[in-house]
């Protein structure tokens, strides 16, 4: 499991944490047998403070649930999340070379389309980008200025 960065106070990085089992076989509805069960949670969370991140308890219910279920210790049954969990063969990471990062099974989230064209998508934000742009000239000029008056010019 992949989570946050800004998690814990001594590390600012996102960290893993491995879960070992041998025991595999079927201990509630699913047997686990030649399966790795990834979970990225790295967008899960919120800032406590500006330093520092913590999971809400609807995260940590999103992550047990994840597990539960693919453990087969909850009354639901399990099902791949794209972006987030993904229950996968060894086989499949075998041919990863057994790269055990989450982020390469589970995927990116599914993103919702607006329906909105892509060029004209494009078009809209760089007249937008283009109107900040000018803004932010503006606003440095005139933070110059302000300076200059009380006698600091750069």
């Known amino acids: 499991m992949t989570l946050p960065g800004q998690l814990f106070y001594s ?51 999103q992550i047990t649930k994840a597990f539960h279920t693919w453990r087969g210790t909850s009354d639901e049954a399990y099902g791949d999340v794209q972006g987030f969990c993904k229950a996968a063969k060894l086989d499949e990471v075998r041919n990863n070379d057994y790269i055990l990062t989450p982020g390469r099974y589970v995927g990116l989230e599914e993103v919702e389309d607006d329906g909105e064209p892509f060029e004209e998508k494009m078009a809209r934000l760089t007249s937008e980008l283009s109107e900040q742009f000018a803004k932010s000239k503006e606003l440095e000029q005139q933070i110059r200025q302000a300076l200059g008056g009380i006698g600091y010019e750069f």
């Open 11 to 61: 590390t600012q990085i996102p960290v893993c944490v491995w879960l070992v089992s041998k025991n595999k076989t079927k201990t509630g509805k699913r047997a686990r047998n030649g399966e790795i069960l990834f979970i990225d949670a790295r967008k899960l969370g919120y800032m406590a403070d500006r330093t520092h991140k913590e999971f809400a308890n609807e995260d940590i219910d």
